[in-house]
């Protein structure tokens, strides 16, 4: 299994941007696929995740209002989009497989990470 | 929610030591533990998972151990490559929940 994620992103304060995270080798639609975000210097932050099958994501607290996250069966894909981008949102965005009972839920593979700079 | 709490949070090491890493959870998270290593510019990859499986791939110097609300990671013999940040992460309750890392240095 691979998760090869979209490239760089630079937008301006206000501004959204969509990141996308493609799956290939293995099943898409029922492995939950949650992404993370590494702002510079910092730990990992758990966003969000969803269960393309069932297409119902869920989300932690501090980012449900601005962040979306979707899936697309057909092309075998989920996006994070962020709105109302502020520097605070600069980070690298990781996509991740979780690996479902076999490994106890835990985050395998992984995407190559995305920059987003928000910058005016 | 449940916090994990790594400790420590920086550990200067030397090729061949015994490195260990405590992670904490608020509540118990049975096994529902993994841990990542992460070099620099790279993204993170799965060591350990369920607090003492090693992941398939990962050289058998590495270990976990532990339940409910204390765990470890030891390096029996750190070799070059393991200088890195190290995190753990509790899939037990949402939401999922890492700590803040440790940073294995020379």
Redesign the interface.
Known sequence: VQLVQSGAEVRKPGSSVKVSCKVSGGTFSSFPI?W?RQAPGQ????MG?IIPLLAKP?Y??KFQDRVTISADLSSNTTYLEINSLTSDDTAVF?C?R??GGA???????????TQVTVSS | DIQVTQSPSFLSASVGDRVSITCRATRPIS????W?Q?KPGK????LI???S?L?NGVPARFSGSGSGTEFTLTISRLQPEDFATY?C?Q?HT????????TKVEI
């Open positions: 949650s993370v730990g990992l932050e758990w995740r869920k932690e607290k990781y991740a979780e690996g490994i106890f839920g835990a985050f395998d593979p992984w995407g190559q990470g | 096994n529902f533990l993994a990542y992460q993204a993170p990859e799965l998972y369920g607090a499986y992941q995190y992460q899939l949402y939401p999922w929940t890492l700590g803040q890392g």
